[in-house]
């Protein structure tokens, strides 16, 4: 059966038909991490949605494109930046560090691309779109010089989170840089320059200033993946007001749809609320390494429940994460035991059964994770029954196994098998990873020959880069 998603644009079921499958891959932009602290694990429910989509879409032969932007100027940053008396692109370099290394704890497959805001290229696609809105009558310059997107002017404003905001009217006090708006909802794009933003600006033809945020996706999604993408992701928090946003601006550019499906995750929780930066109530990845707990058991602790329903974030899933993951480690263990011996036994004619896809037709059914995993623990008690009675001929061990190399290329939870990796080479490969992903090649040789020095060698796949012992003296 073909693949379905929850469309938010529609707020209905449909089938997922990329715009040309054949001829390009699935084109996919997911609204990456604000760099100006560091991300929690309620960004990284998002983020590991996102990893589980592309998996499955490529488990079922897609191949994927996806784009993860990196938000480095906005006002938090500035803020952060101008508070800690550093340089923007200094200040935001140590959370986007931090970023990918917990990103590669979560195991979370690498985008293609990681394009940053304040990279020139988008710098210039951004100023020129604007300056196309506002040739269109869609923008405007008011008098503090910012430019503003006119929502008046799209029909379609307001499509994506359901509601009619064109009949929002002007009440109560609005911020004091947002006076010269025309319509309380017209949103920037282009923030004059002002004292607080001290040396953060670039020149357009509207004056000095910044991007706003929504215009940043925007340029950076069109310039990667074209006019249409297939598929857009975020949290249930970007539906409004960026994700509508996006589509006013860059529609109103290109006159194009801009996105075939969105997809949005439901929040993280942390007793009914959503964890946030802003509530003081959240979790980084080292605050939950430092209790003890592996990356491999946070990420099934965050991709075990279905993506649209509410995750409350507690000690005792986590707990409960490490408990499922060591009936899988256990089962595997038999499993290999079984396919072992009996082969030296040699069983003839073994039944093992070729058609175990209700894996993955549960996620074709809008990602059911909880299907999915339910028929996963349904089959190690069935398999396990059957091992407690020697009932389990090698072939079917060996099948099961395959089946579960096929689905674990999706989940991603078997425990690491190179326990041997010192901490310090870890760390250095992490490093030279990071390197590499800024295309840093002089560091990362740099890295290369330090971790050498300890022993080691790093091999480059196009997937990741692995780890060996050196086989001469080091
Ligand atoms: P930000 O860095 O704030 O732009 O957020 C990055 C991503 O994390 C976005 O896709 C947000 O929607 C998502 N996000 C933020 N808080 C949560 C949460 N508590 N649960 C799930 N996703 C979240
Ligand atoms: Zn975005």
Request: aromatic letters at 10%.
């Given at each position: 059966?073909?693949?379905?998603?929850?469309?938010?644009?529609?707020?209905?079921?449909?089938?997922?038909?990329?715009?040309?499958?054949?001829?390009?891959?699935?084109?996919?932009?997911?609204?990456?991490?604000?760099?100006?602290?560091?991300?929690?694990?309620?960004?990284?429910?998002?983020?590991?949605?996102?990893?589980?989509?592309?998996?499955?879409?490529?488990?079922?032969?897609?191949?994927?494109?996806?784009?993860?932007?990196i938000?480095?100027?906005?006002?938090?940053?500035?803020?952060?930046?101008?508070e800690?008396?550093?340089?923007?692109?200094?200040?935001?370099?140590?959370?986007?560090?931090?970023?990918?290394?917990?990103?590669?704890?979560?195991?979370?497959?690498?985008?293609?691309e990681?394009?940053?805001?304040?990279?020139?290229?988008?710098?210039?696609?951004?100023?020129?779109?604007?300056?196309?809105?506002?040739?269109?009558?869609?923008?405007?310059?008011?008098?503090?010089?910012?430019?503003y997107?006119r929502?008046?002017?799209?029909?379609?404003?307001?499509?994506?989170?359901?509601?009619?905001?064109?009949?929002?009217?002007?009440t109560?006090?609005?911020?004091?840089?947002?006076?010269?708006?025309?319509?309380?909802?017209?949103?920037?794009?282009?923030?004059?320059?002002?004292?607080?933003?001290?040396?953060?600006?670039?020149?357009?033809?509207c004056?000095?200033?910044?991007?706003?945020?929504?215009?940043?996706?925007?340029?950076?999604?069109?310039?990667?993946?074209?006019?249409?993408?297939?598929?857009?992701?975020?949290?249930?928090?970007?539906?409004?007001?960026?994700?509508?946003?996006?589509?006013?601006?860059?529609?109103?550019?290109?006159?194009?749809?801009?996105?075939?499906?969105?997809?949005?995750?439901?929040?993280?929780?942390?007793?009914?609320?959503?964890?946030?930066?802003?509530?003081?109530?959240?979790?980084?990845?080292p605050?939950?390494?430092?209790?003890?707990?592996?990356?491999?058991?946070?990420?099934y602790?965050?991709?075990?429940?279905?993506?649209?329903?509410?995750?409350?974030?507690?000690?005792?899933?986590?707990?409960?994460?490490?408990e499922?993951?060591?009936?899988?480690?256990?089962?595997?263990?038999?499993?290999?035991?079984v396919?072992?011996?009996?082969?030296?036994?040699?069983?003839?004619?073994?039944?093992?059964?070729?058609?175990?896809?209700?894996?993955?037709?549960?996620?074709?059914?809008?990602?059911?994770?909880?299907?999915?995993?339910?028929?996963?623990?349904?089959?190690?008690?069935?398999?396990?029954?059957?091992?407690?009675?020697?009932?389990?001929?090698a072939?079917?061990?060996?099948?099961?196994?395959?089946?579960?190399?096929?689905?674990?290329?999706?989940?991603?939870?078997?425990?690491?098998?190179?326990?041997?990796?010192?901490?310090?080479?870890?760390?250095?490969?992490?490093?030279?990873?990071?390197?590499?992903?800024?295309?840093?090649?002089?560091?990362?040789?740099?890295?290369?020959?330090?971790?050498?020095?300890?022993?080691?060698?790093?091999?480059?796949?196009?997937?990741?880069?692995?780890?060996?012992?050196?086989?001469?003296?080091?």
């Open positions: 059966m073909a693949i379905r998603f929850f469309n938010t644009y529609s707020r209905e079921i449909e089938e997922f038909e990329p715009r040309d499958p054949g001829a390009r891959p699935v084109r996919m932009y997911t609204c990456g991490p604000t760099v100006y602290s560091r991300a929690h694990i309620g960004n990284f429910r998002a983020y590991v949605f996102e990893d589980l989509l592309q998996r499955h879409l490529e488990l079922r032969g897609y191949k994927v494109h996806r784009v993860m932007n938000t480095d100027v906005e006002d938090k940053t500035i803020r952060g930046a101008r800690a008396g550093t340089p923007l692109q200094k200040f935001t370099e140590q959370f986007k560090e931090a970023f990918f290394e917990d990103a590669h704890t979560l195991r979370i497959k690498g985008a293609d990681y394009p940053a805001a304040t990279d020139q290229r988008y710098i210039n696609r951004m100023i020129e779109m604007i300056s196309v809105l506002i040739s269109k009558g869609l923008a405007y310059q008011a008098d503090d010089k910012s430019v997107f929502i008046n002017r799209f029909p379609d404003y307001g499509k994506l989170a359901h509601f009619d905001l064109t009949q929002l009217q002007s109560g006090r609005v911020k004091h840089d947002e006076y010269d708006k025309e319509h309380i909802g017209d949103f920037a794009l282009w923030k004059a320059w002002d004292e607080e933003d001290g040396a953060v600006k670039w020149d357009s033809p004056g000095p200033g910044r991007p706003g945020w929504h215009i940043e996706c925007s340029a950076m999604s069109t310039a990667l993946l074209g006019d249409q993408i297939d598929i857009h992701c975020g949290g249930v928090d970007n539906i409004f007001p960026h994700h509508e946003a996006e589509i006013a601006q860059s529609e109103g550019v290109t006159g194009e749809k801009f996105v075939r499906y969105w997809l949005h995750c439901a929040h993280l929780l942390v007793d009914g609320q959503k964890m946030a930066k802003s509530l003081g109530n959240f979790y980084t990845v605050d939950v390494l430092a209790k003890g707990y592996t990356g491999r058991e946070l990420r602790a965050l991709l075990r429940v279905h993506y649209r329903v509410s995750l409350n974030f507690t000690w005792e899933g986590m707990n409960e994460a490490r499922s993951l060591a009936r899988i480690d256990e089962w595997l263990a038999r499993l290999r035991e396919a072992k011996e009996n082969v030296q036994r040699s069983t003839s004619n073994a039944e093992h059964s070729t058609e175990k896809t209700t894996f993955e037709d549960a996620l074709d059914d809008d990602l059911n994770i909880s299907a999915a995993l339910g028929f996963l623990f349904e089959s190690i008690r069935e398999t396990n029954r059957a091992m407690d009675q020697n009932e389990l001929d072939a079917s061990a060996s099948a099961w196994l395959d089946w579960w190399k096929r689905i674990d290329t999706v989940l991603d939870v078997e425990a690491e098998t190179d326990a041997a990796i010192p901490h310090e080479v870890a760390q250095l490969a992490q490093q030279r990873e990071n390197a590499r992903r800024e295309k840093n090649w002089k560091r990362s040789d740099e890295l290369r020959e330090r971790i050498a020095a300890l022993g080691w060698e790093v091999r480059d796949t196009k997937a990741a880069s692995k780890l060996t012992r050196r086989s001469g003296p080091g």
